[in-house]
């Protein structure tokens, strides 16, 4: 199997003085509020163990305070373990020293905010060329990086503006342009577009959808918000109180919430909006199509793509296509049974 591009392993945090020792009582089953109250510790993360692959969008999504924002600040050691294994393209982010911890934060990790965090004295190419003359490129080149990013985010014309000047989805695109023109394989963001209104989220979420397609980064994407994860994430990791109630692919955790917490989160969603033709589909196994076939869909179209195509008619049947492979069919029925939420009890134990 492919290593993956990061790998989480064993990994804790605890604030506080004592932090490593209190870690006993944490591996012994104590949670966030006993550790609280009876040690003045604040618990993190707790034994989290999360692969992210290498050209895939993973998203780390959670309340306030279940510890998402802690996950990603570890990855490039702004947040020091209590405990575990940090492995970065195959490299322990632990080991390394303080110059290799500055080229690892220059060249393989680069950092949207959910504030901007632009520089307001510098020009909008400035700031888009910042993480190249930080690493001494001379200054046509940055700028010639940044020009060329700016215009791929859909700034080209604005590159002599200030960030005051610009709307806060512009902004947040500046933001986009300057990790982009690092040239990292791994992008952190941080609660990127909460700040943003709904429309322009909207409009950024789909942007970054757009622009990964074509590059194929690592992806580290951190929400508070399931509407977005579950458009947004490749691989979805579910934090509580510091540790992953569940982890998997979005589609699959929607149909099978493995515990009361994720039950919750997903009561309210839209199903028909978000859950796809391949999850509900019967793979086909013979080859065998369906002599009574009303027409082929794609893998990817949505329920409700299909409710409005079939009138509603829970008779119909069609086959699925990816691509040009046939791949499966799809009942109407069945269909319709996937928009009934199934509950935690239904779907097993709750995963570690």
């Not at 993973?58 to 947040?79: A, D, E, P, Q, W």
């Not at 940090?86 to 060249?107: C, K, N």
Request: proline letters at 4%.
């Amino acid at each position: 199997m492919t290593q993956p591009m990061v790998r989480l392993s064993g990994l804790y945090k605890i604030f506080g003085a004592r932090d490593k020792d209190v870690l006993q009582h944490v591996k012994g089953g104590m949670g966030k509020e006993e550790l609280l109250a009876q040690h003045g510790h604040v618990l993190g993360l707790n034994n989290i163990n999360v692969d992210m692959q290498a050209g895939e969008i993973t998203v780390v999504m959670g309340l306030s305070g279940s510890g998402k924002s802690t996950l990603i600040r570890h990855l490039n050691r702004l947040i020091e373990p209590t405990a575990g294994e940090i492995i970065v393209q195959g490299e322990d982010v632990m080991q390394l020293s303080e110059d290799g911890l500055r080229h690892a934060r220059q060249e393989k990790m680069s950092m949207v905010f959910q504030k901007f965090a632009l520089l307001p004295h510098k020009t909008v190419l400035k700031n888009a060329g910042m993480p190249l003359s930080v690493r001494g490129e001379d200054e046509a080149t940055c700028d010639r990086e940044a020009a060329k990013w700016l215009d791929r985010v859909g700034l080209s014309g604005f590159e002599n503006h200030y960030p005051a000047q610009l709307s806060g989805g512009m902004q947040q695109r500046v933001g986009i342009a300057r990790a982009l023109s690092a040239n990292t394989p791994i992008m952190l963001m941080d609660e990127a577009f909460s700040a943003l209104d709904p429309l322009i989220r909207t409009d950024m979420q789909d942007l970054l959808l757009e622009l990964q397609k074509e590059l194929h980064k690592t992806i580290i994407f951190i929400t508070h918000d399931l509407d977005e994860a579950l458009k947004l994430a490749d691989h979805l990791v579910i934090l509580k109180d510091g540790f992953v109630v569940q982890q998997g692919e979005p589609q699959h955790i929607l149909l099978n919430p493995n515990d009361p917490y994720i039950e919750d989160f997903v009561s309210d969603i839209n199903r028909a909006r978000v859950l796809r033709v391949r999850s509900v589909m019967t793979p086909l196994g013979d080859d065998k199509v369906p002599a009574d076939a009303h027409g082929e869909v794609d893998v990817n179209d949505t329920l409700e793509s299909m409710i409005a195509r079939s009138g509603g008619d829970t008779s119909h049947a069609y086959v699925v296509k990816d691509g040009e492979q046939t791949v499966g069919t799809l009942d109407m029925t069945e269909l319709v049974r996937a928009l009934v939420p199934r509950v935690a009890s239904e779907a097993g134990a709750r995963q570690s």
